[in-house]
């Protein structure tokens, strides 16, 4: 059975605080850093049961709020397989969390157990990791401590970015696999991510440097760490907002959160960069990315262009089309892109004239199911977060069509630059330093300013609004975020509205993050697309 007596001795340290609602979540659970410690306590245990349950698998748990203020902090847990914790299990970690007893504790982990046929008998082996936030070591105890009231073995990751905790976690996996994902260590992380650059550059040398807001978190470290094994002349990085240890700079004016949704650069950064220069932030764990640049002078705030999810979406599938026609296997191999509703309906109308193209709610998890329906899935949030999935059978049609002997041709160069890119690219999850890697290759490719692939296609004027309101759960949505459900004939008046302005499109949904109401809308015309904005919002409030 559990270790009861020892569970219950360690969790007297771990009180749950009086007041507290916990919720396993989109982004797992997110909240205050300094309230957290009980649940990263009871977390760990449902780690190692879910361990237990993969068959003694390795499993992950990651502390981080990503992009959110620094006093913020949060706990996140990933399958044997580098993927979010399976849903069926999310509802057992927020009762596990807000359990007011150590009876109501064990409770919940016993239904789970007989709920999954869990044998206890099985070992169980949990990585955790964390980012730069300072109540993160705290966490990282609590962790210790559910792990060893449990008799989980735990194995410390350290400092690190989100994906690379993915990262860990599948490649520990595979490693005794025919087809081992990568060493599982933080180097060998580093070694295959610059050695498939290096492969997938070619003999394309560095021509002007890139510059990488760091957002001031663990995504600085990481770069710097990975720039040992890169030459420069490779790559030319320039890491700005590095200041892990300054006192409430994670985030702060910076970050790809900042970017995206000021729609502005970082702040300082109109003194620091030049026009034409490629530019690109990371947030505060490293799993997004945006990229922009100025076609003006840096006082103009039009001169503001961002490349952001949406951008990098339909230049990776671009890209990716080409080469596999240019192998062949265009018959073989359907690629397709997954996208959000608040992706811009200028991307949409560009992806879709090419490849299949679908939308899911918002989450990663969503996104990253649907991507997995094509040989190829290239899915991007908006926000920046999104990667390339190759399924088992492409990877090896692939890899099997490679050949030492055939003459070097183009289809055979073609074949090699996708095999390079599945090295390159984190399938695990969205990652900042990958995805800014492939972004790299695919312009060095190119020979594309930034100018050039923002000029693929334009997009529609658009705001998203935060609303506050007094019970956000009462808003329910369906058809992939786009339509509400209840507030009963709220969603009729607001396709009214839309109704009235020209390639009008608008969506109310309830955010997973924080507590509010999301508002979201595009038109043609900018003043237009400002007034449906603002009256969408005036009909929830
Ligand atoms: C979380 C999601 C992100 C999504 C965001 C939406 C993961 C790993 N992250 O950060 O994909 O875009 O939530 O936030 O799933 P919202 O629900 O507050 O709008
Ligand atoms: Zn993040």
């Excluded at 916990?22 to 190692?48: H, M, N, P, Q, W």
């Excluded at 005794?176 to 580093?190: C, F």
């Excluded at 702060?252 to 970017?259: E, I, M, Q």
């Excluded at 043609?524 to 929830?540: D, P, S, T, Y």
Aim: hydrophobic residues 35%; negative net charge.
């Amino acid at each position: 059975g559990l270790p009861t007596l020892l569970i219950s001795e360690a969790s007297k340290s771990y009180p749950k605080p009086d007041g507290i609602k916990f919720t396993y979540g989109t982004a797992g659970v997110r909240t205050k850093g300094d309230v957290l410690e009980s649940t990263c306590f009871r977390l760990a245990l449902i780690s190692a049961l879910r361990s237990k349950r993969m068959g003694g698998k390795v499993v992950g748990m990651m502390v981080t709020a990503s992009h959110n203020p620094e006093p913020d902090n949060g706990l996140k847990a990933v399958d044997p397989r580098g993927e979010m914790l399976a849903s069926n299990w999310e509802p057992y970690c927020t009762e596990a969390a807000n359990a007011l007893t150590d009876e109501e504790l064990f409770a919940v982990l016993q239904r789970l157990i007989k709920a999954d046929s869990i044998n206890l008998q099985t070992p169980a082996v949990v990585v955790y990791a964390h980012d730069t936030r300072p109540s993160s070591p705290k966490l990282v105890k609590a962790i210790e401590a559910g792990l060893a009231a449990i008799g989980a073995e735990g194995r410390n990751g350290g400092l690190l970015t989100t994906p690379q905790l993915h990262y860990l976690v599948k490649a520990y996996n595979t490693q005794s696999t025919p087809d081992p994902y990568g060493e599982p260590t933080e180097e060998g992380y580093y070694k295959k991510l610059a050695d498939a650059f290096q492969r997938a550059i070619a003999d394309k040398p560095a021509t002007s440097p890139l510059t990488v807001d760091c957002a001031n978190g663990v995504g600085a470290i990481s770069l710097q760490r990975f720039q040992k094994y890169l030459p420069a002349s490779a790559l030319q990085v320039r890491a700005l907002r590095t200041s892990i240890d300054t006192a409430g700079a994670l985030n702060n004016g910076c970050g790809a959160d900042h970017v995206k949704t000021k729609q502005a650069l970082p702040s300082g950064f109109e003194k620091e960069v030049a026009e034409g220069e490629r530019l690109c932030s990371f947030d505060g764990d490293a799993d997004r990315i945006v990229y922009y640049y100025l076609n003006g002078h840096a006082s103009q705030k039009e001169s503001f262009r961002l490349l952001d999810g949406d951008r990098i979406a339909a230049l990776v599938a671009d890209y990716i089309s080409e080469l596999v026609k240019r192998a062949g296997i265009a018959d073989e191999i359907k690629i397709g892109c997954v996208q959000t509703a608040y992706a811009n309906g200028g991307s949409t109308k560009y992806l879709s004239q090419r490849v299949p193209v679908v939308c899911t709610s918002t989450g990663v998890k969503h996104l990253h199911h649907a991507a997995e329906s094509f040989d190829v899935g290239v899915y991007f949030e908006a926000n920046g977060h999104g990667t390339v999935l190759f399924s088992d059978s492409a990877q090896s049609l692939i890899r099997g069509k490679i050949s030492s002997s055939s003459p070097q041709g183009d289809s055979q160069s073609a074949l090699s630059q996708l095999s390079n890119l599945i090295d390159l690219i984190n399938q695990t999850v969205g990652d900042a330093l990958s995805d800014m890697l492939l972004v790299e290759v695919v312009l060095r490719q190119r020979d594309w300013e930034p100018a050039h692939w923002d000029s693929l296609y334009t997009d529609l004027p658009n705001k998203l609004l935060k609303v506050i309101v007094p019970d956000r759960a009462l808003f329910t949505t369906t058809d992939a975020d786009r339509k509400l459900v209840t507030p009963d004939g709220l969603q009729q008046e607001i396709d009214k509205l839309v109704g009235k302005y020209l390639e009008g499109r608008s969506f109310v949904r309830p955010s997973g993050t924080e507590d509010c109401v999301r508002v979201y809308a595009e038109a043609r015309i900018q003043q237009e697309m400002e007034e449906l904005a603002n009256k969408v919002a005036k009909l929830v409030t």
